[in-house]
């Protein structure tokens, strides 16, 4: 079955930096867009950024952009979510996603248990 399993969150000072991984198995990988979400306490579950599956062009919302970067490696099936320049507001659970390339949560097949991450202030 298909598996996806977030690894390298945890606690960091603002300021700091994590990066994400996201393993894939069970499914074409090179197939797949790969996005990244996250949830925070009380709130809905955001687009954080995408890769398209060649890791050919990324996109990312607008609180992150310049700040995290989404690169995949299709030979080892897994996608990587490095964080800089953390805030406290970035602090939630992330999860990766394989779907067909969008912003739309709605739009992903497979999704990962999540990562927390925490950044402290």
């Known amino acids: 079955q298909v598996q996806l399993v977030e690894s390298g969150g945890g606690l960091v000072q603002a300021g700091g930096s994590l990066r994400l991984s996201c393993a894939a198995s069970g499914l074409t990988f090179s197939s797949y867009a790969m996005g990244w979400f996250r949830q925070a306490p009380g709130k809905e579950r955001e687009f954080v950024g995408i890769?398209?599956?060649?890791?050919?062009?990324?996109y990312y919302q607008d609180s992150v952009k310049g700040r995290f970067t989404i690169s995949r490696d299709n030979a080892k099936n897994t996608v990587y979510l490095q964080m800089n320049s953390l805030k406290p507001e970035d602090t939630a659970v992330y999860y990766c996603a394989a779907g067909s390339g969008t912003v739309s949560k709605r739009q992903y097949d497979y999704w990962g248990q999540g990562t927390q991450v925490t950044v402290s202030s």
């Open positions: 890769i398209t599956w060649s890791g050919g062009s990324t």
